[in-house]
């Protein structure tokens, strides 16, 4: 509950300019040359890459989305738009790698975006629910 709380007393230095400053760093990994790329201290698969990424993606946009009170039909539907936001953007990430030397559309990679996609939203709503339930609860 009281992290919750504080996400949402510090939405702009915990939850808008974090989305803001992953998504930034999500476009530039994606727009540098293949045989350029930085070498991770771990090194995993391409389809496990994307699936994190869109993960962490989903997880922050859900909570932004939930917490922001400016367009009220995004902060009540934020599992639907997290996915339709996610998912165009995905798409729209594997065609722009086209034109980037070095990288190529890939609809696996697509498929493991929607993945983490899906996962990540599940992953948000459950804490977003969990704690507004708690919350509910504890106010009668």
């Known amino acids: 509950m009281q992290i919750y709380n504080f996400l949402k ?8 300019i ?5 998504w930034i760093i999500l476009f530039t990994a994606t727009s540098l040359p293949g045989r350029s790329l930085p070498k991770l201290f771990i090194t995993f698969g391409d389809k496990l890459k994307h699936f994190a990424a869109y993960l962490i993606l989903a997880i922050l946009l859900s909570i932004t989305l939930r ?3 400016k367009y009220p039909r995004l902060k009540d539907e934020y599992v639907k738009y997290t996915v339709v936001i996610s998912s165009i953007y995905g798409i729209f990430d594997e065609i722009h790698q086209i034109f980037i030397p070095g990288r190529s559309f890939d609809l696996l990679d697509y498929v493991a975006d929607l993945a983490g996609i899906a996962l990540g939203t599940i992953v948000a709503s459950r804490f977003i629910i ?3 339930r708690v919350a509910s609860i504890k106010k009668y």
């Open 9 to 16: 007393k510090h939405k702009l230095g915990l939850v808008y």
């Open 18 to 22: 974090p989305l803001i400053v992953y």
């Open 67 to 69: 917490l922001q009170n």
């Open 130 to 132: 969990n704690k507004e």
